[in-house]
């Protein structure tokens, strides 16, 4: 198991920046791949960015040229850097920590191991 902690999350007006950050602790297998989501009111999770153990990244077409997904500390933590934040940005934002690599990363069924979630709120 592994155990992802989310911090970084806050209020800021439309326009402004967050940097979220996942740290994990626990076993990780040499190949994995890591997530961002977030939750829509009435939608099952969404995802936002993934990055594998090679470094391969994908994106939810929404925040294309906004978010970048990257890693740090020996690939322990992985962070989300958010930019020209919008109002529907606005959710409940997790990490999550798969064994593998998904065929469809930003589905949420393979992913395993989540964190408890850090909020984003972003005012118009």
């Known amino acids: 198991q592994v155990q992802l902690v989310e911090t970084g999350g806050d209020s800021v007006q439309a326009g402004g920046s967050l940097r979220l950050s996942c740290t994990t602790s626990?076993?990780?297998?040499?190949?994995?791949?890591m997530a961002w989501f977030r939750q829509p009111p009435g939608k099952g999770r969404e995802g936002v960015a993934t990055?594998?153990?090679?470094?391969?990244?994908h994106y939810a077409d929404s925040v294309k040229g906004r978010f970048t997904i990257s890693k740090d500390n020996a690939e322990r933590d992985i962070l989300l850097q958010m930019d020209n934040l919008k109002p529907e940005d606005t959710d409940m934002y997790f990490c999550a920590y798969s064994d593998g690599v998904p065929s469809s990363p930003l589905r949420d069924y393979a992913y395993l191991d989540w964190g408890q979630g850090t909020q984003v709120t972003v005012s118009s």
């Open positions: 990055i594998d153990h090679d470094g391969n990244t």
């Open positions: 626990g076993y990780t297998w040499s190949t994995y791949c």
